[in-house]
């Protein structure tokens, strides 16, 4: 292959570079569109009674949205509770403890399969093993859906941060005596724990919004969440029904639990962010 010139290759770069202008201000429009739409349309909705009160009956106004509020909180922490640990600790095995097995050429590949599966197909999975043989909806089952969806962004996110920790501080650890399970937990993770942080944010961030896997799972609920043992109300379905109705009052809570939603993704989003660049400040 023949060598292009430095000519060819400054041209090159300053043609990407005035590519990537464009793409760039096309990108934060339609983000800025989408947010001022979202803004304009659910500010109104999010009043006191919004976070407090139970939903009205079709066609009656009023009321708010307190049940599927909770129902989320309640699904999404029980979610991180569950996929967190083991993809932490799949995580660490692909990095420190197997990195070169079969099993974890295998287990990447099915991790790499899984963060590509639509959610839509997860749900339908946790349907046929846990609602069918159950009986009825539940947030456990929900829960559990979100969780499989947690599972590998925390695996990923924690290998990767793993292997960034240089070998040095392994060795160094090692070299004193002290077993591998202890210099992992008490040196490897204290050095890369903004990022294990961040990681396990991001998971959490990514699976507030989904709306396939609990329409299959927690379905929804007009009741306070009192046991998870029974469909549980939530803020995606429930924009989902809302945002279909032929009324008006249910139209605005869906903008208003969409803002609601968009918040939160965003401030989470900020707090990784927080975490980096204090973990990168204290490094």
């Given at each position: 292959m023949r060598p292009r010139s430095r000519a060819q290759r400054r041209a090159a770069d300053a043609a990407i570079r005035v590519a990537m202008v464009p793409a760039a201000l096309i990108g934060i429009a339609v983000l800025a569109w989408i947010l001022g739409e979202v803004i304009a349309r659910g500010v109104g909705a999010l009043t006191p009674t919004f976070f407090t009160e139970l939903p009205t009956p079709p066609g009656m106004e009023g009321g708010g949205l307190g049940n599927a509020i909770v129902?989320?909180?309640?699904?999404?922490?029980?979610?991180?509770?569950?996929?967190?640990?083991?993809?932490?600790?799949?995580?660490?095995?692909?990095?420190?403890?197997g990195p070169s097995s079969r099993i974890a050429t295998t287990v990447r590949f099915t991790t790499n399969l899984l963060m590509g599966t639509p959610s839509i197909i997860i749900g339908i999975?946790?349907?046929?093993?846990?609602?069918?043989?159950?009986?009825?909806?539940?947030?456990?089952?929900?829960?559990?859906?979100?969780?499989?969806?947690?599972?590998?962004?925390?695996?990923?996110?924690?290998?990767?941060?793993?292997?960034?920790?240089?070998?040095?501080l392994r060795e160094s650890g090692l070299a004193l005596g002290a077993p591998r399970w202890k210099v992992t937990l008490g040196i490897i993770f204290r050095a890369a724990r903004s990022g294990l942080v961040?990681?396990?944010?991001?998971?959490?961030?990514?699976?507030?919004?989904?709306?396939?896997?609990?329409?299959?799972?927690?379905?929804?609920?007009?009741?306070?969440?009192?046991?998870?043992?029974?469909?549980?109300?939530?803020?995606?379905?429930?924009?989902?029904n809302y945002a279909m109705s032929p009324y008006s009052d249910w139209q605005e809570k869906a903008w208003g639990a969409s803002l609601l939603i968009t918040v939160s993704v965003l401030v989470v989003a900020v707090l990784a962010r927080f975490v980096i660049k204090d973990g990168r400040e204290r490094a």
């Amino acid at each position: 292959m023949r060598p292009r010139s430095r000519a060819q290759r400054r041209a090159a770069d300053a043609a990407i570079r005035v590519a990537m202008v464009p793409a760039a201000l096309i990108g934060i429009a339609v983000l800025a569109w989408i947010l001022g739409e979202v803004i304009a349309r659910g500010v109104g909705a999010l009043t006191p009674t919004f976070f407090t009160e139970l939903p009205t009956p079709p066609g009656m106004e009023g009321g708010g949205l307190g049940n599927a509020i909770v129902g989320t909180l309640l699904m999404t922490l029980l979610a991180a509770l569950m996929g967190t640990p083991v993809g932490l600790l799949a995580g660490v095995f692909l990095a420190e403890f197997g990195p070169s097995s079969r099993i974890a050429t295998t287990v990447r590949f099915t991790t790499n399969l899984l963060m590509g599966t639509p959610s839509i197909i997860i749900g339908i999975f946790v349907y046929s093993v846990l609602v069918l043989p159950l009986g009825h909806f539940s947030g456990w089952a929900g829960a559990v859906a979100l969780a499989i969806l947690i599972l590998p962004v925390v695996m990923r996110t924690t290998e990767d941060m793993l292997n960034l920790v240089p070998d040095e501080l392994r060795e160094s650890g090692l070299a004193l005596g002290a077993p591998r399970w202890k210099v992992t937990l008490g040196i490897i993770f204290r050095a890369a724990r903004s990022g294990l942080v961040t990681g396990v944010l991001l998971a959490v961030a990514r699976v507030s919004g989904e709306t396939a896997p609990l329409l299959f799972t927690a379905l929804n609920s007009f009741y306070w969440p009192g046991s998870l043992s029974r469909p549980t109300a939530n803020l995606t379905v429930t924009i989902f029904n809302y945002a279909m109705s032929p009324y008006s009052d249910w139209q605005e809570k869906a903008w208003g639990a969409s803002l609601l939603i968009t918040v939160s993704v965003l401030v989470v989003a900020v707090l990784a962010r927080f975490v980096i660049k204090d973990g990168r400040e204290r490094a």
